[in-house]
Structures are given as structure tokens and as C-alpha cells.
């Protein structure tokens, strides 16, 4: 099983493999092993991975038990608790503000 949620947390964050195997206290080549699915990362190593990221061990299998919520919904519920009380509820007023605006006012994507 190809671990895809390691290479996305680790580029997303800007860590090297090289980096992110320091702080695991793994080799470099382990860590490469666990992205490209040729090894299996220990459960104790896999906790302090999703303890690093501050995910949950499910999304970090990319596991979709999150309560019904995509891959997308549990990224911003996860990013949206390590916020303070401030930030969330600026965040909140955002979404409030951009969900209330008219069809016509709202800028739309093109693919």
C-alpha cells in the first residue's frame, strides 16, 4: 500500500525527505521507501508521522471514515483546529461573507 498522504504533507509543508527523516530519526532511503509504497512504516513510526502533521492516523491512510467528509473537508476541519480562537473565528466570517455573496458577484472558476 502506496502511502500518498506522506509525499502530499511533506511537499505541502516544504520538508525535504531528507528532513523529515531527521526528525524521524529514520534514513533518508527508509523514509523514500515509505512515499513510494515498497516499505511499511511501523505503527509507532506512522503515529509520530500523523503527530507530526497533527492528523489523524485515517487520513493519513487516506482512510475515508472521516464522518462522510471528503479528503478536502477533513484538510480544512484539520488545519482549521490548529488555528486560535481569533483566527477561527475570522476564518468563519470569510466563509459567512463568501457564501452570502450573489451568483453574479462571485468569481468563477474556469478550467
Known amino acids: 500500500m502506496k502511502l500518498i498522504k506522506l509525499k502530499e504533507l511533506r511537499e505541502k509543508n516544504n520538508y525535504t525527505q531528507i528532513e523529515l527523516a531527521n526528525k524521524l530519526k529514520i534514513e533518508q532511503n527508509t523514509y523514500s521507501n515509505y512515499e513510494n509504497g515498497k516499505t511499511q512504516p511501523k505503527l509507532k513510526t506512522l503515529i509520530e508521522i500523523a503527530d ?58 474556469t478550467n
Open 52 to 109: 507530526f502533521y497533527q492528523v489523524t492516523l485515517d487520513y493519513l491512510l487516506d482512510r475515508n471514515i472521516n464522518g462522510g467528509l471528503s479528503s478536502l473537508e477533513y484538510e480544512l476541519l484539520s488545519m482549521f483546529r490548529t488555528l486560535n480562537e481569533f483566527e477561527q473565528t475570522r476564518v468563519i466570517e470569510f466563509v459567512r461573507f463568501e457564501t452570502q455573496l450573489p451568483e453574479n458577484l462571485k468569481i468563477k472558476q
